[in-house]
């Protein structure tokens, strides 16, 4: 079955830690995201990559940063967690030409700043 | 990409068909009606999608109308398993880039005994 796993299913961390986010994907996609999901505002996009060290702003990227330094491996950085940026993050991949499976994403992390 | 508009919530009877519409009055002619679901505490799931014939899977059918500014997802007999959160969404697809999926509220479908 395939695949996207995040590292962690819930996380505390405290205000002005750096945090890192950890997805990997086995099925060889080319595109990565993360999202961030909050009640009421639904998923909104942080960050995309369509290829290795290549990254895109989504629509949120204020605050965050992302690495991608191999294909299976997107990892979301907060350079200094602050308490708003308490949320549930997901990540996701898709194929370079988006078929019959569009996006697949992982089960969230839930993270917690104090 | 074309906005979507759905329903808040809705309530299906165990059994029964859940009929989920979408208001996408905009879409353009190269866009693809998708739809997800999440379930609670986890991630969306892709469930189907069109461009303008109605489509089947295991899952779901997808009703497009012949003017593509709506459509219906249907769950043809619902469980309590189906409730959950459920996303309609237009973008391009096959593009060759990273085009990203924007989602919206979505519609709570509670699935009841």
């Known amino acids: 079955d395939v695949k996207v796993t995040q590292s962690s299913r819930y996380l505390v961390k405290r205000t002005g830690e750096k945090v890192f986010l950890e997805c990997v994907q086995d099925m060889d996609h080319e595109n990565m995201f993360w999202y961030r999901q909050d009640p009421g505002l639904g998923l909104r996009l942080i960050y995309f990559s369509y290829d290795v060290k290549m990254k895109e702003k989504g629509d949120i990227p204020e605050g965050y940063s992302v690495s991608r330094e191999k294909k299976e491996r997107f990892s979301l950085i907060l350079e200094s967690a602050s308490t708003n940026q308490t949320s549930m993050y997901l990540c996701?991949?898709?194929?370079?030409?988006?078929?019959?499976?569009?996006?697949?994403f992982g089960s969230g992390t839930r993270l917690t700043v104090v | 990409d074309a906005k979507t508009t759905q329903p808040t919530s809705m309530d299906c009877a165990e059994g029964r068909a859940a009929n989920l519409p979408c208001n996408h009055s905009t879409i353009s002619g190269n866009e693809y009606v998708y739809w997800y679901r999440q379930i609670h505490s986890q991630g969306p799931q892709y469930i189907i999608h069109g461009l303008k014939n109605n489509e089947t899977n295991e899952m779901a059918s997808l009703i497009i109308t012949e003017d593509r500014k709506s459509s219906t997802l249907i769950l043809p007999h619902a469980t309590l398993r189906d409730t959950a959160v459920y996303y309609c969404i237009v973008r391009v697809a096959n593009t060759g880039t990273a085009s990203k999926l924007t989602f919206g509220t979505g519609t709570r479908l509670q699935v009841t005994l």
């Open positions: 996701a991949s898709s194929p370079l030409r988006t078929g019959s499976h569009g996006y697949t």
